[in-house]
């Protein structure tokens, strides 16, 4: 009897076990992803607010580099993508409550700093109030349409501020392209959940191609302007570098890398240059970050990357 009760036991034991591991494993689920009306997800990232107490940190780094590639001449715009909360936080159920003012003390401190900022929040949110669709309803992504309102507004401000001087415009033709794209969001939610919002969203990204008046041979990449970023500049579903293009008339040099957080694609440009693989000294180098990523963990992976630690070895 003692022997079939130690069984019977070791059995309720690891069906707890799995049932607290599966609980568990949910609430992760439920720690990643917010459900919202009319079919939009968001990540709970976001929901969380920013904290200002590395807020100063993240500013001084910027500082650093706006001044070390200042000195080849070069002019940094920082343009902080808004998190998806911000402007479309009507349709999350929760209602989470997170600071309105958080987008605006980071371009504050931005502008304090003597640093160059591109509002990407009023750009977006004027945008979505006239009607058009700037972000995927479930990825954590901007739509194609967003990528591109906010790269032509990116390019508006280049030329209205002088950073850029465009004598000549390359012809150029779009042709768009309808996908269904897989949503980086919904893999996260209840299979109960999965069955209400659908996993494919049908967008429709433009592919610009460039070529020269008199032949078809494509155009030179404009080498006064770098784009760098996280997968938000990201071809080919990602159009900031689109927009930008449209109005500048040429192509710019996009190295925006997935999956390399705030600091990646810098470290990766910071390497090719010393290489001789990519401008040095270009007039304008675009910088985008998410506001979701300007958080201690974030700021500090710099750690990370070596060619970001040569350069603040070296000050």
């Given at each position: 009897?003692?022997?079939?009760t130690?069984?019977?036991?070791?059995?309720?034991?690891?069906?707890?076990?799995?049932?607290?591991?599966?609980?568990?494993?949910?609430?992760?689920?439920?720690?990643?992803?917010?459900?919202?009306?009319?079919?939009?997800?968001?990540?709970?990232?976001?929901?969380?607010g920013?904290?200002?107490?590395?807020?100063?940190?993240?500013?001084?780094?910027?500082?650093?580099?706006?001044?070390?590639?200042?000195?080849?001449?070069t002019?940094?715009?920082?343009?902080?993508?808004?998190?998806?909360?911000?402007?479309?936080?009507?349709?999350?159920?929760?209602?989470?409550?997170?600071?309105?003012?958080?987008?605006?003390?980071?371009?504050?401190?931005?502008?304090?700093?003597g640093?160059?900022?591109l509002d990407?929040?009023?750009?977006?949110?004027?945008?979505?109030?006239?009607?058009?669709?700037?972000?995927?309803?479930?990825?954590?992504?901007m739509?194609?349409?967003?990528?591109?309102?906010?790269?032509?507004?990116?390019?508006?401000?280049?030329?209205?501020?002088?950073?850029?001087?465009?004598?000549?415009?390359?012809?150029?033709?779009?042709?768009?392209?309808?996908?269904?794209?897989?949503?980086?969001?919904?893999?996260?939610?209840?299979?109960?959940?999965?069955?209400?919002?659908?996993?494919?969203?049908?967008?429709?990204?433009p592919?610009i191609?460039?070529?020269?008046?008199?032949?078809?041979l494509?155009?030179?990449?404009?080498?006064?302007?770098?784009?760098?970023?996280?997968?938000?500049?990201?071809?080919?579903?990602?159009?900031?570098?689109?927009?930008?293009?449209?109005?500048?008339?040429?192509?710019?040099?996009?190295?925006?890398?997935?999956?390399?957080?705030?600091?990646?694609?810098?470290?990766?440009?910071?390497?090719?240059?010393?290489?001789?693989?990519?401008?040095?000294?270009?007039?304008?180098?675009?910088?985008?970050?998410?506001?979701?990523?300007?958080?201690?963990?974030?700021?500090?992976?710099?750690?990370?990357?070596?060619?970001?630690?040569?350069?603040?070895?070296?000050?």
């Amino acid at each position: 009897m003692k022997i079939l009760t130690l069984k019977v036991n070791t059995s309720i034991l690891v069906l707890t076990l799995l049932l607290s591991f599966f609980a568990r494993a949910q609430d992760g689920i439920r720690g990643v992803v917010n459900l919202g009306s009319n079919g939009w997800l968001f990540q709970s990232e976001e929901l969380t607010g920013f904290d200002k107490n590395y807020l100063p940190d993240f500013v001084s780094k910027l500082k650093f580099f706006d001044d070390y590639l200042g000195k080849s001449g070069t002019k940094i715009v920082y343009v902080i993508i808004p998190t998806k909360y911000e402007i479309y936080g009507k349709f999350e159920l929760n209602k989470s409550k997170i600071s309105d003012e958080s987008y605006e003390i980071i371009g504050k401190s931005l502008k304090e700093a003597g640093l160059k900022f591109l509002d990407a929040k009023y750009v977006l949110k004027k945008a979505a109030e006239g009607g058009s669709l700037v972000w995927m309803r479930r990825d954590t992504h901007m739509s194609p349409q967003g990528g591109q309102i906010l790269g032509k507004n990116i390019a508006h401000y280049l030329t209205t501020n002088q950073l850029v001087n465009i004598t000549h415009k390359n012809n150029y033709t779009i042709d768009f392209q309808n996908v269904d794209f897989p949503s980086d969001l919904w893999r996260f939610i209840y299979p109960k959940d999965q069955l209400v919002y659908p996993k494919f969203e049908s967008i429709v990204f433009p592919n610009i191609k460039f070529s020269n008046k008199n032949s078809e041979l494509l155009a030179k990449f404009n080498p006064d302007i770098v784009l760098i970023g996280t997968s938000y500049s990201v071809r080919p579903f990602n159009s900031i570098a689109v927009g930008i293009e449209q109005v500048l008339g040429s192509e710019i040099l996009n190295l925006g890398r997935d999956g390399g957080g705030i600091w990646g694609s810098m470290d990766y440009y910071l390497g090719e240059r010393k290489k001789n693989l990519v401008p040095a000294s270009p007039k304008v180098i675009i910088w985008e970050i998410p506001e979701r990523f300007i958080n201690k963990q974030s700021i500090q992976t710099y750690h990370d990357f070596p060619n970001i630690n040569k350069v603040l070895d070296n000050r």
